[in-house]
């Protein structure tokens, strides 16, 4: 069956402008998590979702981070007023829920200029 | 709370020869342990995982991995390597009541022909 999907792959925004990630994961997957990897660091975690319960955004690093979820499905990162800093690989990952593995999409590279 | 360490940066070996990965945890309760791979412009892929049961965890492409209780250790592990395993490795560890896993700094893996 289909994957993790994230778009855009690729994304190359000026300073201060906002942009908005997306996220398909795999169906049926309750578990939804945003990572984040700098070049050459290990993954940053950032938010996540489980089934209808409120998220834990422990990891948005501030307050220009948001993300939503619909239900199980579909999932958009929101960073507003981007920074240089910003820029990283992000990373979606859906589950089973609990201690199940994840699977991992390809990731959106952010490039803040 | 939860830690990861994997602490070497980069581990070499010759084609065929064994590889280990390491990796220790800390973790209140009973850990729930992980291995990740991520080759050069993929995203990340499971590869095994220790809730419960034996020790020794066998999983995808020929790897396993021990898990040690009395060393709080997670080591990868391989008997013949190949130079296709060449690699960024990420371990994860969750528990504790916590659906987050915490993941380690990554161990980039080269293989020599």
């Known amino acids: 069956g289909a994957g993790v999907s994230q778009s855009p792959s690729n994304k190359v925004t000026e300073k201060g402008k906002d942009v908005e990630l997306r996220c398909d994961p795999i169906s049926g997957h309750t578990a939804l998590y945003w990572y984040r990897q700098r070049l050459g660091q290990g993954l940053e975690f950032l938010i996540y979702f489980q089934g209808n319960s409120a998220p834990d955004k422990s990891g948005l690093p501030s307050d220009r981070f948001s993300a939503e979820r619909t239900g199980e499905s579909v999932s958009t990162l929101t960073i507003q007023r981007t920074q240089q800093e910003d820029s990283a690989v992000y990373l979606c990952?859906?589950?089973?829920?609990?201690?199940?593995?994840?699977?991992f999409g390809p990731g959106t590279r952010l490039t803040v200029t | 709370a939860q830690s990861v360490a994997q602490p070497e940066d980069q581990v070499n070996v010759a084609e065929g020869n064994p590889l280990t990965v390491k990796c220790t945890y800390s973790v209140s309760g009973n850990p729930y342990l992980f291995w990740y791979v991520q080759y050069p412009n993929r995203g990340l892929q499971f590869l095994l995982k220790?809730?419960?049961?034996?020790?020794l965890v066998k999983g995808s492409y020929g790897f396993e991995a021990e898990f040690n209780k009395s060393q709080t250790s997670f080591h990868l592990k391989k008997p013949s390597a190949l130079v296709s395993d060449s690699a960024l490795y990420f371990c994860?560890?969750?528990?504790?009541?916590?659906?987050?896993?915490?993941f380690g700094r990554g161990t980039s893996l080269i293989v020599h022909p």
């Open positions: 994860a560890t969750g528990g504790g009541g916590s659906y987050i896993p915490t």
């Open positions: 220790y809730i419960t049961g034996d020790n």
């Open positions: 990952a859906s589950s089973l829920g609990g201690y199940r593995e994840q699977y």
